[in-house]
């Protein structure tokens, strides 16, 4: 499993841990030279021009798309599915990926309208034995399984235990030594945090 960076172009070392670049609607920066996934930013506030722009802005690098997050509701599978088939429709050049969010497991899940399961939820959600089978089910389904939120060697090393191919961290893509972290697999050590927002950034 490799790290999708949400951090300026230039800032993307790849190697075996890192494959590209995350996108957002919120950041705006420029897109390099690398693959590269889009989330929709909902998990702020999701802003449909400024996702739109963003689109509009990535297509003449489309080839090196991974997926595209379509909008979704944070922490309502039911929500979230209700609002993916029409922009999956608007979208339908890009690889779509569906956000899969809490009670998505009981729904029944359009496999066959999407390239790739993006991992969302809260963070009971995200690492339970439901959002598990969802990896299962999207390998099985030779979908492109992306996580959103991974901070920390245990949760790294759950998600890569399961198959997931990319993820994302908003506390890794800020702080060198989470990454370093990560790579080690090393759960010790952790040096103090510069604020409580950074605590709750790295625990969910």
């Known amino acids: 499993m490799q790290y999708l960076m949400d951090v300026v172009a230039h800032k993307v070392a790849v190697d075996e841990l890192v494959r590209g670049q995350l996108l957002t609607p919120l950041t705006r920066y420029a897109i390099g030279e690398h693959p590269f996934g889009i989330d929709n930013g909902a998990f702020t506030r999701f802003d449909s021009a400024a996702f739109t722009r963003l689109l509009d802005r990535a297509q003449p690098h489309r080839d090196r798309c991974l997926f595209v ?11 979230t599915l209700e609002v993916f088939g029409d922009w999956a429709d608007r979208c339908a050049a890009w690889p779509v990926a569906l956000v899969a969010q ?14 790739a399961i993006f991992i969302g939820g809260s963070t009971g959600w995200k690492m339970s034995q439901a959002a598990a089978d969802i990896c299962k089910a999207a390998i099985i389904a030779n979908k492109h399984i992306h996580v959103g939120r991974v901070n920390t060697p245990a949760r790294y090393a759950h998600f890569q235990r399961l198959g997931a191919h990319t993820c994302d961290g908003s506390g890794v893509s800020r702080f060198s030594w989470m990454l370093d972290r990560i790579r080690r697999g090393d759960t010790q050590g ?6 409580m927002a950074d605590m709750h950034e790295i625990d969910t």
Do not use: C, K, Y
């Open 190 to 195: 952790t040096p103090l945090l510069h604020s």
């Open 102 to 115: 809490d009670g998505i497991e009981g729904l029944d899940i359009p496999w066959s309208q999407f390239a």
């Open 69 to 79: 997050a379509m909008p979704d509701v944070v922490g309502n599978g039911r929500r």
